[in-house]
Every structure is written in C-alpha cells, then in structure tokens.
C-alpha cells in the first residue's frame, strides 16, 4: 500500500501544485468570475495538461540515468557488455528504429527498462542482478521485449495519455468546483473560496481515478511488449524468461520514475490491482503461451 501511496502521490502532484499555483496567483479565480466558456476552460487545460507531461518525456533518459545510476556503454569493456550491444542492435534493426542508447545499472533484482522521448530517441537499460542470474537466451529475450517498448512507442503514447487525462482532471475540477461554489453555497461571486478548495479536491479525486485509467493502459501494453519480444528473440525465449522473472522472490528496486517501462512490476491483488502498471506474470506467461 505504501508504493500504491507513493505512485498516487507522485503522478497527482504536478496537478495539485499547478492548481495551487494558479489559485494563489489568482488565475482560477479571474477566469471562473469572468465566466471562462468551455472552449477556453479546455485550451487553458491542455496547455497546463500536456505541459508536465511533455516536459517529463523530454527529461525521461535524464531522469532514467540520474535515478538508476545507469551508465551507458560508449565502448565495450567485455565481452558480455559486447554482447548486449550487439544484442540490441540487432534487435532494433529488425523493428525498424534507431539502436537506443545501451545501459547498466546497479540493483540486485533481475530487471530491465526502455525509455526515451521517441523511438529513435531511447535508452534501453538492464540490471546488474539480470546479468547475473539469467542466461543469454532469457536476456535476449528481456532486451526484445525493452526494444518492442520503444517500437511500439510506449513511452510517447503513456505522455500523451496522461497529457488528456490530466486535460480532463483540470477541466472536471473546475466545473465541479464552480457547481458546488454557485448551487451548495450560493456564492453570487464566482471564483469564491468554495471554488478554490472544492476544485482542488476534485482535482485529487479524479487525479487517482486517471491513475486508473493510465495503469490500466500500462498493462495492456506489457501483453503487447511481450508478444513484440517473442517476434524478435523467439515465443519460448520469451516465456523462459518470464518463468525466470516469476521465480525471483526478491524486491524491485526500480525508481517510480522509470518503474512502468520495467520489464516486470510490483504485484498486488484486490483493490490494489487497478493500480499495477504490470499484469501478474502468470497471466504474461499463458498470453505467450495461447499464442503458440
């Protein structure tokens, strides 16, 4: 609950500051008493909507690298750091984009993740502890599936989404909040303090309700990743590789930042599920499996 707590707060926070911010300059309220029609309300929320999320794409191999420690290999120091780069290479050619960036961070888990603003614009990044515990064909298979993230682009696609959510969120709070300001407190003046603090509220709630929708979306597309992976580096070496992420009983220690691009996430069950950016790896498997 913790992480769920973490991840809600961390994908909400953009939205809540840019709402205070705006409130203190007093922008929602000159807006709201001028009456701002709803085709003003909506440009006026894109713009703030698409804002962060933009920002954040652009940032997103910056990020990855600060927050992981991931180091990029300029020039093989060995033969498995060799490997992988011509791994990915392949890889990348036979899905028609640029060979991302190829990195290695520090962790003791076995995971892997793909970011970058464009498919011709990405970093593919694997663990140390996936060195380690996996073997060339399971590796392999981890790789394609990063690739077929950035083929697929998932990074771009995941900007744009929570860009219209976060539109939506801005727009819905502010209609919320003029509703509750003009009927339930009867304020003849708009842009009261019942629109200032029923819109930020509002904003919270439908912030963790487009977290919803967003993982929901972040599911869907590992099913995709893996049936991409298992074109490029073959079905069995995709399942056998998701078999070997199944048995791994240790903790995930990937930043929230890049966590929805790893190749495997944090399980949960009930009410938590609806904010798992990964499917459970047994319903991965028989995807993979049903696909034969």
């Known amino acids: ?170 727009v819905l709070s502010r209609l919320i909040g003029r509703f509750v300001d003009q009927v339930v407190f009867r304020n003849e003046r708009e842009g009261g303090i019942g629109f200032i603090v029923v819109s930020l509220v509002a904003q919270v709630v439908l912030g963790v309700l487009a977290s919803m929708i967003a993982m929901a979306f972040s599911r869907h597309r590992e099913f995709r990743a893996d049936e991409g992976g298992a074109k490029l580096a073959g079905r069995q070496k995709m399942i056998a590789a998701l078999e070997r992420l199944q048995s791994q009983h240790g903790e995930n220690t990937l930043p929230k930042e890049v966590a929805a691009f790893g190749i495997s996430g944090h399980m949960a069950a009930g009410f938590q599920r609806l904010f798992m950016s990964h499917p459970p790896l047994p319903e991965r498997i028989e995807a993979l499996r049903r696909g034969v």
Do not use: C
């Not at 954040?56 to 490997?83: D, F, H, Y």
């Not at 991302?100 to 502890?129: C, D, H, K, M």
């Open 1 to 170: 609950m913790k992480r769920i707590a973490l991840f809600l707060a961390t994908n909400i926070a953009v939205l809540l500051v840019a709402g205070i911010v705006l409130n203190l300059l007093g922008i929602d309220a000159q807006m709201a008493a001028r009456g701002q029609s709803l085709p003003g309300l909506l440009v006026f929320a894109a713009v703030v909507g698409f804002a962060g999320s933009f920002i954040s794409l652009a940032m997103s191999k910056w990020v990855a690298k600060r927050s992981t420690g991931a180091v990029v290999i300029e020039q093989p120091r060995n033969e498995m750091e060799a490997w992988l780069l011509a791994t990915v290479k392949r890889q990348a050619e036979q899905a028609g984009i640029k060979t991302p960036e190829v990195a290695v961070y520090e962790a003791p888990e076995i995971n892997a993740f793909a970011t970058g603003p464009s498919r011709n614009n990405s970093l593919v990044a694997v663990s140390t502890g996936l060195l380690r515990g996996m073997s060339r064909d399971e590796a392999e298979a981890v790789l394609a599936h990063e690739v077929a993230h950035v083929a697929n682009g998932d990074m771009v696609t995941m900007a744009l989404l929570q860009g219209v959510l976060n539109t939506f969120v801005i």
